[in-house]
């Protein structure tokens, strides 16, 4: 089974920085794409970001772009979201996730394992 270890959420005030950190096995994290995803209360499952298995491409949401960077440590076998100038609409529990592909796609249906999820919260 694959494991996908998040951390790094928390309560931040608007304007603020939280770094996401997602750890997984080495076989995973050399053959798969990794992506972040994000749900709040009430509403679906969105794409955040996503990063190719050579680390050289990676993709974004509108709503992130600019504020979040998605990178990849091999060595630590991790991914990191970095995420600045928080906004309340950030709010959301953030999901890591491996993809099926190497190259990043922004479909969550191109991945197939996924982390527990942590809390992100951006206070006004």
């Known amino acids: 089974q694959v494991r996908l270890l998040e951390s790094g959420g928390g309560l931040v005030q608007a304007g603020g920085s939280l770094r996401l950190s997602c750890a997984t096995s080495g076989r995973i994290f050399s053959s798969s794409a990794m992506g972040w995803f994000r749900q709040a209360p009430g509403k679906e499952r969105e794409f955040v970001a996503a990063?190719?298995?050579?680390?050289?491409?990676?993709r974004y949401a509108d709503s992130v772009k600019g504020r979040f960077t998605l990178s990849r440590d091999s060595a630590k076998h991790a991914v990191y979201l970095e995420m600045n100038s928080l906004k309340p609409e950030d709010t959301a529990a953030y999901y890591c996730a491996a993809s099926r592909w190497t190259y990043a796609t922004s479909s969550s249906v191109d991945f197939d394992s996924w982390g527990q999820g942590t809390q992100v919260t951006v206070s006004p």
């Open positions: 990063i190719s298995v050579s680390g050289e491409s990676t």
